[in-house]
């Protein structure tokens, strides 16, 4: 039906950037919210960024002015772009992406994909 392939994620030293990215495949014919979540261990999954249609974005006050959403409509891809790492930022990140499948719109998750940063 629908898959979404993250890449992008390995270990990195405070300070450093990386950047994820989340590719939607499928039977979609349109594309609406794209959203970034992360699951430190022991911890609740987060809402990281988030980006609508109209490009509007919005971010956890944690990653405010360091981490930047995009996206590419042409490429069905969602991008997270990480400066400035912190120790904190380890976590699995996750995509979450509203995709129109038929005559419905649909949430759909990403596999995950670890992001360790270095102290």
């Known amino acids: 039906q629908v898959q979404l392939v993250e890449s992008g994620g390995g270990l990195v030293q405070a300070g450093g950037s990386l950047r994820l990215s989340c590719a939607a495949s499928g039977n979609i014919l349109s594309i609406n919210t794209m959203n970034w979540y992360r699951q430190a261990p022991g911890k609740q999954r987060e809402l990281v960024a988030t980006i609508s249609s109209g490009a509007t974005t919005n971010y956890a006050d944690s990653v405010k002015d360091r981490f930047t959403i995009s996206r590419d409509n042409a490429k069905n891809t969602v991008y997270l772009q990480m400066n400035s790492l912190k120790p904190e930022d380890t976590a699995v990140y996750y995509c979450?992406?509203?995709?129109?499948?038929?005559?419905?719109?649909?949430?759909?998750w990403g596999q995950g994909i670890q992001v360790n940063v270095s102290s």
């Open positions: 979450k992406i509203m995709c129109l499948i038929n005559v419905e719109w649909s949430w759909f």
